[in-house]
């Protein structure tokens, strides 16, 4: 982790009272990006899931989050278990798309849009190598800007634990966690390990803005 960074939680002092959509109305908290801000990997989700919602902090609180802690763990990324409520993470960062949940649907495209100022700058100030889109939405949202295929060419099932070439990043897509196998992990983790971590990805870098 940077030296300077003051915090893993929110270290870029997001407004953490944000009402810039109605799903401030249903939410427990908002939950902004978690992590090292000199990270090399960015995980991106839609939206925060009910144990996120409750904690805080993303991917925390319940069976989804210690799935990705588990991943995190296998990849060198995360020193703790995976169940705490504050992993001891370095050399990745975790966000989503929309900061807040609501308990009976996924957000709508407007919502998104709102939030997208947040995701914005967390990716323009931590310029990671890799981003790993997490689930169908995610890896859509980014196809346009970071891609130069059309977003409805891509298939999460398929594209689940391969690397994409990007515009100045790799992507390395991931099925939502909720669908997520132990095989399916397992997947991912070799993918990374056996694809990524043994050739020098970071020639692949580049300074973008969205």
């Known amino acids: 982790m940077d030296a300077h960074q003051p ?3 929110n270290p870029f002092g997001m407004d953490e009272q944000c009402t810039n959509c109605d799903l401030c109305e249903s939410r427990e ?3 902004h990006g978690y992590g090292d801000v000199g990270g090399e990997f960015l995980f991106l989700a839609e939206r925060p899931h009910e144990g996120a919602d409750t904690t805080g902090i993303p991917f925390t609180g319940d069976e989804h989050g210690q799935r990705l802690q588990w991943i995190l763990g296998e990849l060198g990324f995360v020193r703790s278990e995976p ?5 001891d993470i370095q050399n990745a ?8 949940r609501h308990p009976e649907r996924p957000p709508t495209d407007g919502e998104i849009t709102t939030c997208e100022p947040y995701l914005n700058a967390e990716i323009r100030m931590i310029n990671p190598q890799i981003i790993v889109p997490i689930g169908q939405r995610v890896l859509e ?3 346009m800007e970071y ?7 891509f298939d999460i099932d398929t594209e689940h634990a391969t690397t994409i070439r990007g515009r100045g990043f790799e992507l390395i897509p991931m099925l939502e966690l909720e669908r997520q196998t132990d095989a399916d992990s397992e997947a991912f983790v070799d993918h990374v390990l056996e694809n990524v971590f043994s050739r020098d990805y970071r020639q692949t870098k580049g300074r973008q803005s969205r």
């Open 147 to 153: 891609t130069t295929r059309k977003p409805d060419s």
């Open 29 to 31: 908290n908002v939950v």
């Open 83 to 87: 169940d705490a409520d504050e992993p």
């Open 141 to 143: 949202s980014l196809a």
């Open 93 to 100: 960062f975790c966000t989503y798309l929309t900061r807040c």
């Open 7 to 9: 915090e893993l939680e």
